[in-house]
């Protein structure tokens, strides 16, 4: 994924979720019109999402439900 998608080689980063004590990390990498969205849950115990964090097209994840992301989960989103 990496290779095809500029974003996750050459674009720029933002840091979405990262709270002191949080075990949820979540952050953007984008470049030109290309966004792209990490999501990791680091921690023992599943979490719930914001919605509107799930947008666009998934393109990699393990433990995703709905908006439930399992402990040790994580999602790769391509945003429109």
Known sequence: IRK?????RSG??????????SRLYAYE???????MR?????DEQSCTL???????DILL?????????AEKGYV???MK
């Open 38 to 42: 990490v999501i990791m849950n680091m």
């Open 29 to 35: 990498r984008y470049w030109k019109e290309e966004r």
């Open 12 to 21: 720029k980063y933002r840091t979405l979720q990262a709270d002191r004590g």
């Open 4 to 8: 095809r998608e500029e974003a996750l």
């Open 76 to 78: 790769m989103i391509k």
């Open 61 to 69: 994840s393990e433990g995703l439900e709905q908006v439930t992301l």
């Open 50 to 56: 914001p919605g509107e964090w799930l947008e666009g």
